[in-house]
């Protein structure tokens, strides 16, 4: 018998968050056996490359294949044999299904207290193309950058990092509001 009132759904409790030390170091495993596994680490930039060079020459053959950035993506065919690509979509199948498993699954626009809905949405796609053309210009993404160029030490990826760190500070210093603390 349910304790919810007659026609409504009982809401299951969100099983808690993992500790984020163990979360990390199980990280860093996958991280190892990635480089045992492929021989290279991980980031999501790469599949949003091969994708985009692939649709590059569909609609332009002569202009993708004359361009460096997108033949280096296209010398190793279409997306679907990319192992990039087939990582950013087990990432999102894993993350939905963990996410369901957890009872933390819902359909719902996260925003601030004096913001609107269409207003979030507008800024998460604007953020979302800045970092996209962030990830691009850094050469790599954070997980690429922040995991991968890390863990083997990279100067570029080290400096990376301690740039997200202080502009992360210096934008949350900024925009800090009472309402939100």
């Not at 495993?29 to 569909?58: D, E, H, P, Q």
């Not at 002569?62 to 950013?88: D, F, I, M």
């Not at 160029?149 to 202080?166: D, E, I, Q």
Request: charged share 10%; aromatic share 10%.
């Amino acid at each position: 018998a349910s304790s919810a009132p007659a026609g409504t759904a009982a809401r299951r409790v969100p099983a808690p968050y993992w500790n984020p030390y163990l979360a990390g170091f199980g990280l860093g495993l996958v991280l190892l056996a990635s480089y045992v596994i492929a021989g290279r680490g991980l980031g999501a930039t790469g599949a949003f490359s091969s994708v985009a060079a692939w649709l590059a020459n569909l609609i332009s053959p002569e202009h993708a294949q004359a361009s460096a950035v997108h033949a280096r993506y296209l010398e190793s065919g279409p997306p679907a044999t990319a192992w990039l690509v087939w990582l950013l979509i087990g990432s999102f199948i894993g993350a939905a299904v963990s996410g369901y498993m957890a009872g933390r699954t819902s359909l719902s626009i996260e925003r601030g207290p004096s913001i609107t809905d269409n207003q979030r949405l507008v800024l998460a796609l604007v953020g979302g193309i800045i970092a996209g053309l962030g990830a691009k210009i850094a050469r790599g993404c954070t997980s690429g950058q922040a995991l991968t160029g890390a863990a083997v030490l990279n100067a570029g990826s080290l400096v990376f990092m301690g740039a997200v760190f202080v502009a992360g500070y210096a934008v949350a210093w900024l925009f800090a509001r009472k309402e939100w603390l």
